[in-house]
T-cell receptor
């Protein structure tokens, strides 16, 4: 376990459903991220939160709605998705927005949620 | 904008042998960090090794080492004495020290270690 937990591990949803992905970290990190991982493509950064405030939205469609109630929890609310939204959604956290040094170095990732939209 | 390129989609190596994974990047920044992440079938993205651009010495972590060529903007990963557990996708990633910089990944390479 890396300290970043994502649930559910797998999710199948219809295009008219509403569901949420959850990410939780117990590392004392202040920044959290949502990435989308599709086959044969680089990881795509979707959203960034720093101290619960959204600092970046990389032109993500409004059918994806993030929520960060505190520095330890991050949600991704999904509604009226399309089949092309099927992917692995990864959550990550870091001590702050900068890479950091020593033990605070880099991003820590969860195991992701495999989302299939049917 | 920074880009990270991993041109080899997949590689295969015999157990106990050495393999090198390639990565190039493009940036106008002088201060930055480079990473190699491993993603096994469990999907957990695990940090393998990291390199600060201001350090000339190549980073080493047990069987993993890098060849960092700053002028050429090249950052390859060498895995020595390959083990079956090294089978995974490997991603090269970059981040600069700017206030709004985020981790940027390459497409990844699938490494298979043959018994």
């Amino acid at each position: 376990e890396t300290g970043v937990t994502q649930t559910p591990r797998h999710l199948v949803m219809g295009m008219t459903n509403k569901k949420s992905l959850k990410c939780e970290q117990h590392l004392g990190h202040n920044a959290m991220y949502w990435y989308k991982q599709s086959a044969k493509k680089p990881l795509e950064l979707m959203f960034v939160y720093n101290f619960k405030e959204q600092t970046e939205n990389n032109s993500v469609p409004s059918r994806f709605s993030p929520e960060c109630p505190n520095s330890s929890h991050l949600f991704l609310h999904l509604h009226t998705l399309q089949p092309e939204d099927s992917a692995l959604y990864l959550c990550a956290s870091s001590h702050n927005l900068l890479p950091g040094t020593g033990s605070n170095y880099g991003y820590t990732f969860g195991s992701g949620t495999r989302l299939t939209v049917v | 904008a920074q880009t990270v390129t991993q041109s080899q989609p997949e590689m295969s190596v015999q157990e106990a042998e050495t393999v090198t994974l390639s990565c190039t990047y493009d940036t106008s920044e002088n201060n930055y960090y480079l990473f190699w992440y491993k993603q096994p079938p469990s999907r957990q993205m695990i940090l393998v090794i990291r390199q600060e651009a201001y350090k000339q010495q190549n980073a080493t972590e047990n069987r993993f080492s890098v060849n960092f060529q700053k002028a050429a903007k090249s950052f390859s990963l060498k895995i020595s004495d390959s083990q079956l557990g090294d089978t995974a996708m490997y991603f090269c990633a970059f981040i600069d020290t700017g206030a709004n910089s985020k981790l940027t990944f390459g497409k990844g390479i699938t490494l298979s270690v043959r018994p």
